[in-house]
């Protein structure tokens, strides 16, 4: 990583404006440029700022690969519309070879839950072949008659029938994926989970053995690859595996890609992308519930999600390089090449290939005599391992934010594929859970600039516990089930958010990359946990993944209040630095807000 002077979380992570003029802007680079020529660069973010780092180039290449972001989020969270399970019922053949309607088998076989809706697992044990002779009419009155003698009551059945009104196939109907089969249609979600944990263990090596590009081009092709072999599938089994591999290369693009915009911003510009990376995730939430609407069934409509892909296409002539890369692998002609396509586009004027060269070089060498200093990457693991539990302090707060990091993604998406228990619409709950979604990206910040991290944390816990467990108060209102649970929704995507910034800021730097490495592993445990308590347990019970998520996270909300407030601090750098975190001492330079 480049080095650069310390400074506070404030300045480095919170949303800032650009107000200074062009000129202004251009006659500090145009010095800051003259300044690097002349002086020793070793880092690689000065010789960017040669090209220009917060200019037209860097903004149309964060807003072509923001486009790109949209359909990680539409592939990840369609399984809600694709495996969408309509009323069934148990088939029967006698019945249906004597030409019964649907409402007439209803009627006559099946049996009802106390809460009066279908049990679609069960027939009653009647003898249908005579059922069947008798006719629907002759059938009702004389149950006696036809019941079976070996055995009273109701009984399993193998096959299902589909009420098809709003959808002509879906995951369940095609699969038959109701009743005992039922964890088969949840592993169908969870994988998703599970292929984006093993691609996090995967992108580093990956990316830094053969570069971003690469990386990003081939497994876009897999994507494509897999997710049609998915729609093809012929068996639920074939479908499972190929969601995983897809799941796996989808996860290694979005980092990709968000570590290689970050790489090539300012730090300005930088901060400015964090804050608006959920708006891109937020549209693709909102085109989902679209393109189900629109689409209803399922092969066609996972090829319409599969499309939204289809900006990668630009991605063979418009993807770079990480210029970063090339220069630690000795590619020089190629990163000035690059570096001179971003002059031009910036109207920048570069100093000689031969400076440039230099300079590039002296980052090499820079880069390599560090990571000689690093040893054995394992030896390395393990210390940064020792040292993030090192203390009863650090042992206290890494458990915590372990712990508030699987509640806020197991709750995150739980509430997000929750309209099924809520007996809401499922395309307008996906679309104003968007724009909750969206809301984030401009209510959040001030907030955590005026309050601070822990407040903001704590309270957004807290608010999305409460509106979960009040939801259970107006169990037979619909509209108002929905409402609370958008704004828990409003309250669990602002966690998200501010946990990131907990998590990196209560650690030291050597061990701030493995805290978010372990937390992020958790999280998505969390993630692979959530689909069987919304689909199994809500089914049986449809308040209760309203309570497990309420309360979890009210105790995620008030262990929050043990971590230090990070607002306005240093970043640390030595044990006694995360130990006295949020004190007076270690307050420097803060941001007074006004």
């Known amino acids: 990583m480049a080095s650069k002077e310390k400074t506070t979380p404030e300045e480095e992570m919170e949303c800032e404006t650009f107000e200074r003029s062009p000129e202004s802007h251009m006659m500090e680079e145009s010095a800051e440029k003259t300044e690097l020529v002349a002086g020793d660069t070793t880092t690689f973010e000065e010789v960017l700022s040669l090209a220009g780092t917060n200019s037209f180039w860097n903004h149309g290449f964060a807003c072509l690969l923001f486009i790109g972001t949209i359909a990680p989020t539409v592939m990840g969270l369609s399984y809600q519309f694709l495996g969408t399970t309509p009323e069934y019922w148990c088939h029967i053949q006698e019945l249906c070879d004597a030409n019964w309607t649907s409402q007439e088998i209803i009627d006559f076989a099946i049996p009802r839950k106390v809460d009066g809706n279908l049990d679609g697992c069960l027939r009653w044990n009647y003898n249908y072949t005579l059922a069947a002779t008798l006719g629907y009419e002759a059938a009702k009155e004389n149950l006696a008659f036809v019941a079976n003698d070996t055995a009273h009551g109701a009984m399993s059945c193998a096959a299902r029938d589909f ?14 994926l109701v009743c005992d089969r039922r964890a088969l249609y949840t592993t169908t979600i969870s994988v998703f989970q599970a292929g984006a944990l093993v691609a996090s263990f995967l992108v580093g090596y990956v990316t830094d053995r053969i570069g971003k590009r690469p990386t990003v081009l081939i497994c876009y092709a897999f994507i494509a690859f897999s997710g049609v072999a998915a729609t093809f599938s012929s068996s639920v089994e074939m479908y499972i595996v190929c969601q995983f591999f897809l799941s796996i290369f989808r996860m290694v693009v979005a980092l990709a890609e ?45 090829l319409a999600f599969l499309s ?27 990163a000035i090449n690059f570096l001179k396509t971003v002059a031009r586009w910036n109207r920048r004027t570069l100093p000689s290939d031969e400076g440039l060269m230099e300079m590039m070089k002296r980052i090499n060498i820079k880069d390599t005599e560090e990571n000689n200093k690093g040893g054995n990457p394992l030896r390395l693991f393990l210390d940064q391992l020792r040292q993030l539990f090192e203390t009863k302090i650090k042992i206290v707060r890494s458990l915590i934010l372990f712990f508030c990091w699987f509640t806020i993604t197991f709750v995150y998406y739980g509430v ?9 619409n499922e395309y307008w709950y996906m679309f104003f859970g968007g724009l909750a979604e ?23 816990l807290l608010l999305c516990a409460a509106c979960l467990l009040g939801s259970l108060g107006v169990e037979g209102a619909i ?28 650690n030291t730097t050597k061990t701030r990359t493995l805290a978010v490495g372990i937390s992020n592993t958790v999280a998505r445990l969390g993630g692979i946990t959530a689909p069987y308590i919304n689909d199994i347990l809500g089914d049986a019970y449809p308040v209760a993944p309203r309570l497990i998520f309420g309360i979890l996270s009210c105790i ?17 750098e030595t044990k006694t630095d995360v130990e006295t975190i949020g004190s007076n001492t270690q307050k420097k330079g803060r941001s007074q807000a006004p």
């Open 163 to 176: 009420n098809l009104t709003q959808y002509s196939s879906t995951l369940v109907t095609e699969y038959d």
């Open 258 to 302: 968000y570590v290689l915009i970050l790489e090539l911003s300012s730090s300005k510009l930088r901060t400015y992308l964090s804050c608006m990376f959920n708006i891109p995730f937020a549209i693709g939430q909102m085109l989902i519930s679209l393109i189900a609407y629109y689409v209803r069934e399922w092969r066609y409509m996972y």
């Open 308 to 334: 939204t892909y289809s900006v990668a296409i630009t991605y063979f002539w418009l993807l770079p390089e990480s210029p970063r890369w090339l220069i630690l692998r000795g590619r020089y002609k190629d």
């Open 416 to 424: 997000t594929l929750i309209s099924i228990n809520l007996g809401s």
């Open 438 to 460: 969206l809301s984030v990206c401009f209510v959040l910040w001030p907030l955590i600039h005026y309050f601070g991290r822990r407040l903001c944390m704590a309270g957004s």
């Open 479 to 506: 509209l108002w089930k929905t409402a609370l649970a958008l704004l828990g929704k409003f309250g669990i995507s602002s966690a998200f958010v501010v946990v990131y910034l907990l998590t990196a800021e209560i």
């Open 556 to 572: 995620a909300g008030f262990l929050t209040f043990l971590l230090p407030e990070t607002r306005g601090t240093a970043l640390p």
